[in-house]
């Protein structure tokens, strides 16, 4: 009997130390994934590595430190460190979504589709995979594909502002661009900020010919971030053709030349890049 408790009290003990290592790892995590959201990069693989040492096979360090190499441009190895991860934990839907994100980086298209779709398979009402996806199909030229996938990532979130303006996107490439005014305007309409939403608003306006109202958003867009060359080289186009020629070339002096007048009243003008 006493043995018998002897053993037991053994077992409870080494219970009890499995316990604090497994405590241990779960707050190393924690840690790590602090570190790595508030963008120390060092600190943060740094704990994934020793969670590794201990737990070769843990997923979920393996897949974070994949996402840790894929911002550093290290593609590759996070591809690499991500299938790892993939392969123990096969139905983790964020590291199929991370992994598309990687092979769409290095031009695998296919590849990536199929990671965002099983992604999908494991997490359906993923807003930002749908999204993702169709930007993947917009890069493949597969633009209906592209289309429904924005619509169903709106679907499940109708304020996803990023989704609106890549359907609007879409939509211009398919010359729809009316059907692209709507939806650049809802998104601006959600948020008068979205510095996005704005420029390729009067994108699509500029499609139309509309070229007073496409400045005016233009000009917007230039409230919110004064120095996107593209909307300075847009609006000045856009005022050319409306007749504000010296206003016009002003903008296209700062978005991409040196522009230089004559003497003569007559507006001549040399345009020289840079």
Known sequence: MSRRKRIDRKNQHASVEEQNSEGDLQQALEQAVTQHGEGNLIEAETAYLHILNTIPEHPIALHYLGVLMFQRDEHSDAKQMI???????????????NLGKVLHELGDFNGASESYALALEYDPKSAETHNFLGLTYEAMGALEQAITSFEAAL???PDYLDALNNLGNSLRILKRSKEAINVFQKAIDIDPNFFEGHHNYANALQDLNQLEEAASSYRRALEINPDFDETKKNLGTCLLGCGSHREGLKYLQQSCGVIEFTNS???????FYK
């Open 265 to 271: 009243e007559n507006l001549n003008w040399r345009l």
């Open 155 to 157: 679907t499940l979130q």
């Open 83 to 97: 299938e790892q991860a993939l392969s123990i934990a096969p139905d983790y839907a964020d590291a199929h979504h």
